[in-house]
């Protein structure tokens, strides 16, 4: 890979990169819309990746070139403001904002970067580069940035440009392990890692191949707003709670009538899920398998009919899945919209089980879906 990428590189700016490093895309089991809740999710960082190749540059600009759509972008090194319109030249200009905001001014860089992770399949390929291109020029700079500090810059950086994401995604490229999902309280950042034990079962992932960025990140932040609109009421009452994961069902339903009844769904579903995540955890942990499906299910039905973020595309692939003899269980994953499914079938039926369901989704909506098998791997590092 390496010497692939040097290639890249040359063919852009004519010399080899220095630094490479690679950045995990992740999945996520259990726990949608519960980390901006401070509540808990349980994602793993995979084997589709984010890369970068960039070395030190003798003129005074940064010059990042998108090797997937082959354009690129210059600008000075004091930038202080997103300006340009692409979504991947904004990520990049706001990476470096919010690192000059901390005093990290980087040496001006030549980067060339691209890689694995579908992007828009709700697999984090932008947690994946914003993480990726801070530790990239962390080491360029030899800034030691820890990769706390880094998940918190690659966080600000989406919220710099209008997406009020929680800190699940960035975690999960910057902590994964080999093999091990991972326990991330978003509250005091502290992990638990572990194997996910499944038996006769494999995961793998259908991309629906549909993606509403705009749409999506306007619905996700207004998500946002009302869970938080809901804390507000709820603190009256109870000044000690400081987000939806200290909520108790007991204590939104006792303030049910002063909440409007689309964020009164949203809570509930919150810390409905919230609950799945330590369910879903047991039930691993004491292998109940069986248990894991009808979360799975009861977490899909809770982001369709609570929190109304899938589409008929994604119910569809879902119940496909649910209804597939010999299936453990399936959701929707992420943030909705479209994006990927993940489901959990037996060994024995999958690759029929994968056929099956393609070919039903294109026949359906006459659009072709991917199927993704994966694994688990390390979070962000050099190579
Ligand atoms: C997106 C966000 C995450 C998280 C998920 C939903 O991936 O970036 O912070 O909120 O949606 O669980």
Redesign the pocket.
Known sequence: MKKEWNLHFRQSFGTDAEVFVKAPGRI?VI??????NYGF?LPAAIDRYMVFALSENKDSNHTIVAYDVAESLSFNPDIATVSASKTWMRYVQSVFVQLNLRGHQSKPVNCIFGGTIPQGG?M?S??AMCGGLIFSLSEMNDWHLTRKQIALIA?AA?HGIG?K??????YATLFGKKDEVMLLDCRNLETAHFPMNLGQYSMFLINSMQTHEFATESE?NNR?ASCESVVAIIQNKYPDIKSLRDVTMLMLTEHQSQIDETSYQRAFYVIEENERVFRLVAALKENRLEELGVILREAHAGMKNLYEITTPEIDFLVDYINNYPGNLGARMM???FGGCTINFVTQEIIDQCCSDVLAAYENKFGRKGEIYRLTFQDGVNVF
């Open positions: 996520n726990g949608e819309h519960t980390d901006y999710v709700g984090s932008s947690a966080q989406e997406i994401c929680g800190i699940m995604d960035q996700y946002r992420g943030g909705g």
